[in-house]
């Protein structure tokens, strides 16, 4: 007998996407009857994102209103709403595994997805958005041109590419690195702080796209903070997580990236190393996308268990050996977007904990989706969902009243900082966290 709702820690199962019935079109399509059915006698998940309205609508309005007076193509609406934020399984949904209803929406969405690749009705270029890799090392080379073009203020260009390429004119792109945080490091193999050296702890900084390409000084700041407590600490980034294909549902290129990078960092941690990851997306990826892909793979699971996101492991830091002196107090109170994807990892507010560490500081927590969701902050044609969803999260933001933001999501932060410029928040897109625990080292 099936249980109203459920109290038991949400489980996800692996996505087989090579078995047969994965993508068989009756089968898919009787899946998605039956979880928009309960979907629709519940409502729990109405304000996360637009999937649910447009699902909970589409119902009411049906003839009977039911799912079965509803037409297979009319369930594409729902699934390109979804941001794949993972919110309705970790957060709302009462259904999800162990529950006898079995519901995992995001991952339903992830497979019509991936039917919709297979049929080839997946628009061209977010797909190409997704070579992360190949794409950023032109973005690098050529860093200075780039970033001026694609400037939100160079109207003639970003008209041209909202034409051309479906990139809203109005949403506020990523900078490109001058050069590459690898590169950074290797010119800069500071000194460990022996002084406060108080274990042999180890760790392989794995950098992110992001960070590598966007966003150098989340890296720097990391490193500096972890030589400042003492820690060994090398640099690693053998490519992107996969994350980018997993939103394209790309899962055959996802499990080529996981075996790819895997193989570079279970180097370091059969050398005693732990990994630790700057994004939240990234560790997701690491953490628990990968082995969900590759259940049987006992090098993704010896991965997994080794691989700790940045705030995680400086919380650790202070829990077990203390944090190094020389942490001060810094001018102005902190409000931490706490990324979806850092609450899909289920390790807790680590963000707050690890600038509680900070004196005297006030630390306000927005527990809520920005909306952004990879390229679906960009694109034009859901741009305008993006900015619904996260407005009501920026407002959040704005009543803290406080001088920083910070998130864990750099795309994230970029995203909610555009949307409400009239605030009291001093830098123009959120910080990493661990950027203000270097801050406030005076590093």
């Given at each position: 007998?099936s249980?109203?709702?459920?109290?038991e820690?949400?489980?996800?199962?692996?996505?087989?996407?090579?078995?047969?019935?994965?993508?068989?079109?009756?089968?898919?399509?009787?899946?998605?009857?039956?979880v928009?059915?309960?979907?629709?006698g519940?409502?729990?998940c109405?304000?996360?994102?637009?999937?649910?309205?447009?699902?909970?609508?589409?119902?009411d309005?049906?003839?009977n209103?039911?799912?079965?007076?509803?037409?297979?193509?009319?369930?594409?609406?729902?699934?390109?709403?979804?941001?794949?934020?993972?919110?309705?399984?970790m957060?709302?949904?009462?259904?999800?595994?162990?529950?006898?209803?079995?519901?995992?929406?995001?991952?339903?969405?992830l497979?019509?997805?991936?039917a919709q690749?297979?049929q080839?009705?997946l628009?061209?270029?977010?797909?190409?958005?997704?070579?992360?890799?190949?794409?950023?090392?032109?973005?690098?080379?050529?860093?200075?041109?780039?970033?001026?073009?694609?400037?939100?203020?160079?109207?003639?260009?970003?008209?041209?590419?909202?034409?051309?390429?479906?990139?809203?004119i109005?949403?506020?792109?990523?900078?490109y690195?001058?050069?590459?945080?690898?590169?950074?490091?290797?010119?800069?193999?500071?000194?460990?702080n022996?002084?406060?050296?108080?274990?042999?702890?180890?760790?392989?900084?794995?950098?992110?796209?992001?960070?590598n390409?966007?966003?150098?000084?989340?890296?720097?700041?990391?490193?500096?903070?972890l030589?400042?407590?003492?820690?060994?600490?090398?640099?690693?980034?053998?490519?992107?997580?996969?994350?980018?294909?997993?939103?394209?549902?790309?899962?055959?290129?996802?499990?080529?990236?996981?075996?790819?990078?895997?193989?570079?960092?279970?180097?370091?941690?059969?050398?005693?190393?732990k990994?630790?990851?700057?994004?939240?997306?990234?560790g997701?990826?690491?953490?628990?996308?990968?082995?969900?892909?590759?259940?049987?793979?006992?090098n993704?699971?010896?991965l997994?268990?080794?691989?700790?996101?940045?705030?995680?492991?400086?919380?650790?830091?202070?829990?077990n050996?203390?944090?190094?002196d020389?942490?001060?107090?810094?001018?102005g109170?902190?409000?931490?977007?706490?990324?979806?994807?850092?609450?899909?990892?289920?390790?807790?507010?680590?963000?707050r904990?690890?600038?509680?560490?900070?004196?005297?500081?006030?630390?306000?927590?927005v527990?809520r989706?920005?909306?952004?969701?990879?390229?679906?902050?960009?694109?034009?044609?859901?741009?305008?969902?993006?900015?619904?969803?996260?407005?009501?999260?920026?407002?959040?933001?704005?009543?803290?009243n406080?001088?920083?933001?910070?998130?864990?999501?750099?795309?994230?932060?970029?995203?909610?900082k555009?949307?409400?410029?009239?605030t009291?928040?001093?830098?123009?897109?959120?910080?990493?966290?661990?950027?203000?625990?270097?801050?406030?080292?005076?590093?």
């Open positions: 007998m249980k109203e709702g459920s109290t820690a949400p489980i996800r199962h692996p996505v087989d996407f090579n078995h047969p019935d994965f993508l068989d079109p009756k089968k898919l399509d009787d899946e998605m009857r039956r928009f059915d309960i979907c629709h519940c409502r729990r109405f304000n996360l994102c637009d999937s649910f309205p447009k699902l909970f609508d589409m119902i309005e049906s003839k209103e039911d799912v079965e007076s509803l037409s297979s193509d009319q369930f594409a609406p729902v699934v390109d709403a979804c941001t794949l934020c993972d919110m309705c399984f957060t709302k949904c009462p259904y999800v595994p162990p529950h006898d209803f079995d519901l995992d929406f995001p991952h339903l969405m497979r019509y997805r991936m690749k297979k080839g009705k628009p061209a270029v977010p797909r190409q958005l997704a070579e992360i890799d190949r794409n950023s090392k032109i973005g690098v080379m050529f860093s200075g041109l780039i970033n001026w073009l694609s400037n939100i203020k160079n109207k003639l260009f970003r008209k041209l590419l909202e034409i051309i390429a479906g990139i809203d109005r949403a506020q792109l990523p900078k690195n001058s050069e590459t945080f690898s590169n950074f490091f290797k010119k800069n193999t500071h000194k460990i022996f002084e406060n050296k108080k274990s042999d702890r180890k760790v392989v900084i794995y950098s992110t796209c992001f960070v390409f966007n966003k150098k000084n989340t890296g720097v700041a990391a490193l500096k903070v030589k400042k407590n003492g820690v060994e600490v090398q640099e690693a980034y053998p490519g992107c997580c996969g994350m980018p294909f997993l939103e394209q549902a790309d899962l055959p290129k996802v499990v080529d990236q996981a075996k790819k990078v895997s193989k570079d960092l279970l180097e370091w941690i059969d050398k005693g190393y990994v630790v990851t700057l994004t939240a997306s990234c997701l990826m690491l953490k628990f996308e990968w082995p969900l892909l590759l259940p049987n793979n006992e993704i699971k010896k997994s268990a080794n691989v700790m996101d940045i705030d995680e492991y400086v919380v650790d830091i202070a829990n050996e203390g944090i190094a020389g942490l001060q107090e810094i001018d109170g902190v409000t931490v977007h706490h990324a979806c994807h850092a609450r899909a990892q289920n390790m807790g507010i680590k963000a904990d690890m600038l509680k560490l900070i004196p005297n500081v006030k630390v306000d927590v527990e989706c920005a909306g952004h969701g990879g390229t679906f902050g960009v694109m034009k044609e859901t741009h305008d969902l993006a900015i619904k969803v996260g407005r009501p999260t920026m407002r959040q933001i704005k009543t803290k406080n001088k920083y933001m910070a998130s864990d999501c750099p795309l994230a932060g970029k995203h909610l555009q949307l409400e410029a009239d009291n928040i001093s830098n123009d897109e959120a910080l990493h966290p661990i950027e203000l625990i270097a801050k406030s080292y005076r590093l």
